[in-house]
């Protein structure tokens, strides 16, 4: 087999990191991409304005404009969000006819995927039941694609718990799942500035392998890319992209304000903490802050509002309660997270100022021609979809693992194989160590 010959699909890949990372590894689009209805729509209100979009329409407009659209292909029950246990689903095309893949002749050598991980981010406020309901997207995913696609590999990216022992349960149920449909599983925990980028965002990739005998399947190896630091990473994001807006909170803007005042030019030098109220806290600086905005240019609504969120921090902290408050974040060799809570309120490497929302797709490593599905006016308010991504480098290498093993498939690799007894292994790139 060569990479020409490898056929592949991908599975809801949201705003579009995993699978043009895919592209990039194996060197031709998709089969088909195959999601759930809802997620490349355009939605408006009742005044027939924009209002909101569905995350994969970025994703298959930019594939549309370079001519590289597959075929697209929905399943037609939403419900399946909810529910992990119905094989039995309606798939359609973008008009509506029903489609059945298993007599297309589609012979998948694999298949990539995003799955919502809600269940198992660390911002979930859910309660128990309510993440494993948030979980059935992710087995459903999985269990589809393993018992009815059948791929020789299989590829999903989820949040770092999966890897931790509050996805115990969730491993135990994949290698389950594994077992029963013959194939192996590789948990790999990395981390995004790890592969050519300066985005810190630990993320675990779950490799399936096909087996067909217990000494012809090779483990995924660790490895390590070069790092680039985050003045170097913007120094290199060319000029006049769309989307060099920042709609941002307006308190985000003040809180670096304040601390330019305080420290000066070089206040980035100065400062103790990262996150700037963190630094607000073990400083003191509450009295000196409050008068700040006294002085600052805002409205009386704003100033009122501000001073209630910090005279809440400041109690809260001083009798040692926990709070939760948006807080404009540093850039220094590299930067926060791309996630809804990091988007708005990330600040630039060497300017005084937030990022803006092209910085953030650049973040993400998407071309510099990847555009989202709205104009400027409409961008600020779906730009938290940046984060529901995979960053397109980290999926890129992660792939390219995968092919790797594709192409030297009866090739022996040096590190042990699995066996029948223990069909799953645990490896961490960032410690550069085996778990299990």
Same mark, same amino acid.
């Given at each position: ?16 990191g ?8 194996i ?11 809802g ?22 407009n930019?594939?549309k404009?370079?001519n ?27 008009s ?15 298949v ?9 981010? +660390? /911002?979930?406020? #859910?309660?128990?039941? %309510?993440?494993?309901? =948030? *979980? &059935?997207?992710?087995?459903?995913? @999985? ?16 949040a ?23 194939? +192996? /599983?590789t948990y #790999?925990?990395?981390? %995004?500035?790890l592969? =050519? *980028? &300066?985005?810190?965002?630990?993320r @675990?990739?779950v ?6 005998n ?22 290199a ?12 909170r307006?308190?985000s ?12 030019e070089?206040?980035?030098?100065k400062?103790?903490?990262k ?37 809440d ?6 009798h ?37 929302i ?6 993400m ?5 990847f555009?989202?599905?709205v ?18 480098k980290?999926?890129?290498?992660m792939?390219?693992e ?12 040096n ?19 085996r778990?299990?």
């Amino acid at each position: 087999m060569t990479k020409e010959e490898i056929r592949w699909a991908a599975i809801q890949p949201l705003t579009g990191g995993m699978y043009l990372g895919a592209e990039n590894a194996i060197g031709h689009p998709a089969e088909f991409i195959l999601s759930f209805k809802g997620l490349n729509d355009i939605r408006k209100n009742k005044n027939n304005e924009i209002s909101g979009c569905g995350n994969e329409r970025h994703l298959t407009n930019y594939l549309k404009k370079h001519n590289r659209m597959p075929s697209y292909y929905m399943f037609n029950n939403r419900a399946m969000f909810d529910s992990d246990d119905n094989m039995n689903q309606e798939i359609v095309d973008e008009s509506g006819n029903v489609i059945n893949l298993h007599k297309r002749d589609y012979d998948l050598d694999l298949v990539v995927a995003v799955p919502i991980c809600s269940g198992l981010s +660390t /911002v979930s406020t #859910f309660d128990e039941e %309510t993440k494993n309901v =948030k *979980n &059935c997207n992710m087995k459903f995913i @999985t269990e589809y694609t393993l018992s009815e696609l059948k791929p020789r590999a299989y590829i999903f990216e989820n949040a770092p718990a999966l890897f931790t022992g509050k996805g115990e349960s969730l491993r135990n149920w994949f290698n389950t799942l594994a077992k029963k449909h013959d194939y +192996t /599983v590789t948990y #790999f925990k990395t981390d %995004t500035q790890l592969h =050519k *980028n &300066c985005q810190r965002r630990p993320r @675990t990739f779950v490799f399936f392998f096909k087996k067909t005998n217990e000494n012809d399947t090779p483990r995924i190896i660790n490895f390590v890319n070069e790092h680039i630091s985050a003045t170097d990473y913007f120094k290199a994001i060319p000029k006049g992209l769309k989307y060099e807006v920042a709609p941002w909170r307006y308190y985000s803007k003040i809180l670096m304000d304040f601390f330019l005042a305080e420290y000066g030019e070089n206040w980035r030098q100065k400062m103790h903490k990262k996150d700037l109220v963190s630094e607000l806290c073990s400083q003191n600086m509450f009295d000196r802050f409050r008068k700040f905005t006294d002085d600052y240019d805002l409205s009386d609504k704003h100033r009122a509002a501000w001073h209630r969120k910090i005279n809440d921090v400041e109690y809260k902290y001083n009798h040692g309660l926990g709070f939760f408050m948006f807080t404009p974040k540093m850039s220094i060799d590299t930067c926060p997270a791309v996630m809804f809570r990091n988007i708005e309120n990330t600040i630039h490497p060497y300017e005084n100022r937030l990022i803006n929302i092209r910085e953030n797709i650049e973040l993400m490593g998407m071309p510099h021609d990847f555009e989202l599905a709205v104009d400027d006016i409409h961008a600020g308010k779906i730009a938290y979809q940046l984060g529901q991504n995979v960053p397109l480098k980290t999926a890129e290498y992660m792939v390219s693992e995968a092919v790797r093993i594709l192409l030297n498939w009866n090739v022996k690799d040096n590190n042990e194989v699995f066996s029948e007894e223990n069909n799953y292994c645990m490896l961490d790139n960032i410690k550069q160590k085996r778990i299990a």
